[in-house]
């Protein structure tokens, strides 16, 4: 049984940083890529960082040069470093494991159940 559990969330001003921790249970973290995703109140989920199970990156340009995507395999933990943080960033934040199936690019994804992470101004 693969699960995530966030930690990490909380209320910082504006300018300020947190980090983000996701530990994933069973033994399948070190060949899954990793996610981290955020939905704020009325909008749609969307990805903030991705690593692949190799340590490849990838953030859109809202989070880019702010975020900062980690992993450590033996902890099973994938990390989010949040820097210069905007009222913007204010949403719940979860995180995703894409486990592989074994088919090319498909794969199996669990999800945690997401830390409120609140950026005031």
């Known amino acids: 049984q693969v699960q995530l559990v966030e930690s990490g969330g909380g209320l910082v001003q504006a300018g300020g940083s947190l980090r983000l921790s996701c530990v994933v249970s069973?033994?399948?973290?070190?060949?899954?890529?990793m996610g981290w995703y955020r939905q704020a109140p009325g909008k749609q989920r969307e990805l903030v960082a991705r690593?692949?199970?190799?340590?490849?990156?990838n953030y859109p340009d809202s989070v880019k040069g702010r975020f900062t995507i980690s992993r450590d395999n033996a902890k099973s933990t994938v990390y989010l470093q949040m820097n210069s943080l905007k009222p913007e960033d204010t949403a719940v934040y979860y995180c995703?494991?894409?486990?592989?199936?074994?088919?090319?690019?498909?794969?199996?994804?669990?999800w945690g159940q997401g830390t409120q992470v609140t950026v005031s101004s």
């Open positions: 995703k494991c894409e486990v592989p199936t074994g088919t090319w690019r498909v794969t199996t994804d669990y």
């Open positions: 069973g033994n399948i973290f070190s060949i899954s890529a």
């Open positions: 690593i692949t199970s190799g340590g490849s990156t």
